[in-house]
């Protein structure tokens, strides 16, 4: 098991940047790829990065691509999500999954862990 705990939610202007951490615990050979998501009111789930945790590589979704930055580090087992630029358009929660598979991946449904979730709220 892993367990996934989100923080550095909050409210922002646009224009702003925020830096939300997804500490993990448990097993950590069960934690091989990390990724986050955002749900917006009557939205699906929607994929915003995923890093590999062995070598840092990472994948973006186009909406968000050269304002948010994901990233590791590997000795507190903790990812982040650098946000810049907010946009009252990236509103959500925010959500931190892992999963076992170290390939990276997009689908919410191919992740086996999920944290509780950290509201972002970009006012205009």
């Known amino acids: 098991q892993v367990q996934l705990v989100e923080s550095g939610g909050g409210l922002v202007q646009a224009g702003g940047s925020l830096r939300l951490s997804c500490a993990a615990s448990?097993?950590?050979?069960?934690?091989?790829?990390m990724g986050w998501f955002r749900q917006a009111p009557g939205k699906e789930r929607e994929f915003v990065a995923v890093?590999?945790?062995?070598?840092?590589?990472?994948v973006y979704a186009d909406s968000v691509k050269g304002r948010l930055t994901i990233s590791r580090d590997y000795a507190k087992n903790t990812a982040y999500l650098q946000m810049n630029s907010l946009k009252p358009e990236d509103t959500a929660v925010y959500y931190c999954a892992a999963r076992r598979t170290i390939a990276a991946a997009t689908r919410p449904y191919l992740y086996d862990y999920w944290g509780q979730g950290t509201q972002v709220t970009v006012s205009s």
């Open positions: 890093i590999s945790w062995s070598d840092g590589s990472t």
């Open positions: 448990g097993r950590t050979d069960s934690r091989n790829a």
